[in-house]
């Protein structure tokens, strides 16, 4: 194999210089459009039409009607009903079971994956297939695994916690079996010259796994939170820029290359005294350019298929993983066995074909399960409290129907999809926004209930200006199932959340909203703010019979996951009591 092709852009030397630099620039420029694009959704946000909608009553009267209200009559029943199914959802009990079965499905699809490159490696390095030997290069090769888990857990740090240790267990005891239960020799590492290092047998799978997954680490470009949602598009941009550069600077090396060269620096001459810089970089700086189209159009075909629930947000970032770790254990093998090697995307294959068979039961069983629409309110501004929030919602409800919620800059990032990262670079990010009646009926109109192909839905977020967001809210509540309100961070200052529970009182039954607090929440604030709404609107209409609101408050005191999974029993007991409530 020729050293000309080993660093040529197509040869494996290229590839990983291609990969390393492409990672670094994934992080870097990805981290600023992120920013900047939040900016410009908070540009757009603050725009006024001069027709703004007014809340009646006002704060002021709101108050004066707490201070003549029965103040025994308000009631937060945050505890949970325990009675068995009488009390539970099916919609929930499948949309759990949903979940645990996708997260076995992912892991099995992994599994696959390591199977295969296992049994590559092996082949291609005429190693034999003895028992141990072959579990341990299958464990290694299977630590995506974890790292798919992680992600597809959310931000829920005990099951993400359980998922390494679960990993680090089955190492450590094939380290502890290798060097109790086997004849294995330690390896001496460094001889001659160099400081000799006796690694003792126990700790030669270590030795294994880290020069085995060391590519895993550019992994990190596509887990890190503030690009996650867009790191695989961007990186894609990234390696194809590169490529382009790669290629002509490789053609700039050649003789007729050095000649284009020579020509264009003297005819640049005349007009500028940096005529050989732009000479030698104009042409990669047009490579890179000319590279980046087909990524474009690539990118646009998934963003295309994500459109036509032909993919999920999910399956782009778990599948990039995968497909990242195939390509680099094809160079290894392309190095072995040449062509040959090519032989090992067939891993990737495997990966698909056993998640096609394994997610397409979650698809059609979601497909015929009522969607349960989630609408989520919150106090703006509290950026790292709404995304950890949303992010584990979005873990365990997308399995039981759709999320919706007001866009923010809070959020950007969190809820930021393909489409809208591309209209965004095009500079059309504004036409996502909403300035009148007619643009909120086309969202309202565009929401989409229908299941992706993991049986996950999607979560529906409008995009509203200073003047449109009253309006929306007020159409999302009258249509919704269940309404979380975050209100950690509430005070006399949050006009807009007063405006919510206004809306709450008079548009949907109390019994489907749950309040969420903590020890930064102005509870008082809030039950005079509540008790005032419910003064002015009378007890009749609050639907419950005994004239009681039966609005939850669920406090946040321990960590969020357990706080989302309280709220998700909840939820079960509101949907039985609605579902009840129709049948009679």
Known sequence: MSNTWMSSPFGPGGFILTFLIAGLLTLIVGT?????????????????????????????????SARSADRSRLWFPDQVVSGGDAHRSSEFRAARLAHLKAAAIYAAAGFCHAGIVTVLWLWFGSIEFALIRTSIIFWV?????????????????????????????????????????????????????????????????????????????????????????VGPAIFL????????????????????????????????????????????????????????????????WIAHRYAQRRLSDQSIMLDSIWLLMTLFDLIDFILDRGILGWVGLTAFGGYKLVLAIGLRPLQGAAAVRPSTRLLLLRVFGRRRHSEQLFALLSAHWRYAGSIELIAGDDLATTTLELREFLDFLGGK??????????????????IDLGPDPDGRFR?????????????????????????????????????GCIFELQTLVNVVPLDRVVLLVD????????????????????YARLGAGDGEARMRLLRLDRSAAAGVQKFLRLSEEILTTKTAVHSA
């Open 429 to 446: 990010l504004r036409q996502s926004f909403i300035y009148s009646a007619e643009d909120l009926q086309k969202r309202l109109d565009a």
């Open 459 to 495: 979560v529906n977020e409008l995009f509203c200006i200073t003047d449109t967001w009253q309006v929306a809210v007020t159409r999302l509540i009258g249509q919704t199932d269940v309404v979380l309100m975050d209100l950690r961070g509430f005070s006399f200052t949050n006009a």
């Open 141 to 229: 090769f299977a630590w995506p695994v974890t790292l798919t888990l992680v992600v597809f857990w959310g931000p829920d740090r005990w099951r993400q916690s359980l998922t390494v240790m679960a990993y680090v267990a089955v190492l450590t005891g094939f380290c502890i079996w290798v060097g109790a239960f086997s004849s294995t020799a330690p390896i001496h590492i460094g001889e001659g010259s160099a400081p000799s290092l006796t690694l003792p047998a126990y700790l030669q799978p270590l030795l294994v796994w880290v020069s085995l997954v060391w590519p895993s680490l550019f992994l990190l470009v596509f887990l890190n939170r503030r690009v996650r949602n």
């Open 519 to 538: 020890n930064s929440t102005d509870q008082i604030l809030l039950e005079n703010i509540l008790l005032g709404l419910i003064q002015s609107e009378g």
């Open 32 to 64: 600023s459009l992120v920013l900047r694009y939040r900016r410009t959704v908070r540009r757009y946000m603050l725009q006024q039409t001069g027709r703004l909608t007014s809340a009646e009553p006002t704060i002021e009267q709101i108050l004066a």
């Open 237 to 300: 941009f990234m390696v194809f820029s590169i490529i382009g550069t790669q290629v002509v600077f490789f053609a700039e090396h050649t003789r007729p290359g050095m000649i284009l060269l020579l020509r264009l620096s003297l005819l640049l001459q005349p007009v500028t005294g940096y005529s050989a810089a732009f000479a030698i970089y104009g042409p990669q700086l047009l490579g890179a350019l000319l590279f980046s189209i087909p990524a474009w159009f690539a990118v646009r």
